[in-house]
C-alpha cells in the first residue's frame, strides 16, 4: 500500500491547534487609523512627540484620502497565476509608476498633508513633490520602492511612501490570500517589500507565532520565531532591549548577516503597531548603533530621524 485511506483523518485538523494562517491581508480602512490613534498615545510620552505627531497627521490623510478614491486594479488573473508559479511576489513593483489611479493617489495625499503642522524642511519638500515633473515623481516612486531614499530628499520621499503604502495596501487586500506563496522569509508575498518590524501575535488559534509586517502594503505573513528574518539563519540569533523597557519590545540580532529586525510582543501588549512602535522605540536602533548590527528593517518614516 503506497496510498493512505480516504478514512484517514487530515492531520491539519486534528489536535486543538490549527496551523496559522501564512498571511493576514491588510484592511486599508482600518490600518492608517489604527496607527493614528496609536502614534497620538505614543506622542503623550516621547521625546519624539512633535514628530510622531507628524506622521500621526500624515496616517490620518492615509485613511481620509481613500474615502471616494476609485478602486486599484490587481494584475490580471493569468499574471497572478504565472507570479505564484514561479514564486514571485502576486503584485510587480515595476509596472506600478504609471498607474492613474497611484497617481491620484499620491495627488491626494500631498493635498491633505498640505495643512499640517510641519517643520520648514518638510513643507518645503511638500511644495518640491507638488511640483515635481513627472519623469522627477516616477524616480522617486522608484527610490522607495527600492528602498534607495536618497539622503539628500528624505523629506520628500516620506510624502511619497505614504501614498505608496495606500496604493499597495488598497491592492493588497483584493488579493485572495490562499493563492499566495512564500517568496522568502524576508519578502512580503503581496508585493515583495521587506518587513518594517515583526510582530509575535495573540490570535485565536496563532498566539505565540510571529508574523513580518510589510513595509510598504501592510500585510503580514508568518516566518517561525527564532530565525533571523534576513538571513533565514537559525544559528547566533539574540535579543537586544533597551534597559528598563516593558519587555515588549525587541531587537532579533543574527550573529551570521549581522542584520537585526525588531519584534514586538503583540501578545503582551495589543496595542503595539508596527510602524508606530517602530519609529516611537528609537531609542533602541541608537543602542545598536554602538554595536556592530546594522539595521535590516526597512521603514520611510525613520530615515530621516
Ligand atoms: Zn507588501
Ligand atoms: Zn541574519
Known sequence: MTHSSSFEPNPASIGRVPAPPFVKLPDPGRLFEA???????????????????????LAAAQN?????????????PDALDRARE????????????????????????????APLAKPAEAAAALDHVKAAPLEQMHG??????SEAIPADAIAEHVYVAAGLQVHFARLAAKLDKDKLTR??????????????????????????????????????WNVVRVKCVLCGSGKGVGYQEVEGGAGTIKAECCDNCRGYVKIFHQQ???ALDPVADD???????????????????????????
Open 183 to 220: 517568496i522568502s522569509d524576508g519578502a512580503c508575498p503581496c508585493c515583495g517589500g521587506p518587513p518594517v518590524s515583526s510582530l509575535v501575535v495573540g490570535w485565536m488559534g496563532a498566539e505565540g507565532t510571529r508574523y513580518c509586517s510589510c513595509s510598504l502594503c501592510g500585510t503580514l
Open 279 to 305: 519609529i516611537a522605540s528609537l531609542g533602541l536602533d541608537l543602542l545598536l548603533r554602538e554595536g556592530d548590527y546594522r539595521r535590516g528593517s526597512f521603514n520611510p518614516f525613520l530615515l530621516g530621524v
Open 140 to 145: 522617486m516612486i522608484r527610490d522607495v520602492l
Open 35 to 57: 496607527r493614528r490613534e496609536r502614534l497620538e498615545f505614543l506622542a503623550q510620552t516621547s521625546e519624539l512627540a512633535p514628530y510622531l505627531r507628524f506622521i500621526a497627521g
Open 86 to 113: 514561479f514564486g514571485m511576489p502576486a503584485l510587480d513593483r515595476n509596472q506600478i509608476a504609471h498607474d492613474d489611479i497611484l497617481s491620484e493617489t499620491l495627488n491626494r495625499l500631498f493635498d491633505a498633508v
Open 64 to 76: 481620509a484620502i481613500q474615502s471616494g478614491l476609485p478602486e486599484p486594479d490587481l494584475p490580471p
Open 268 to 270: 503582551k501588549d495589543v
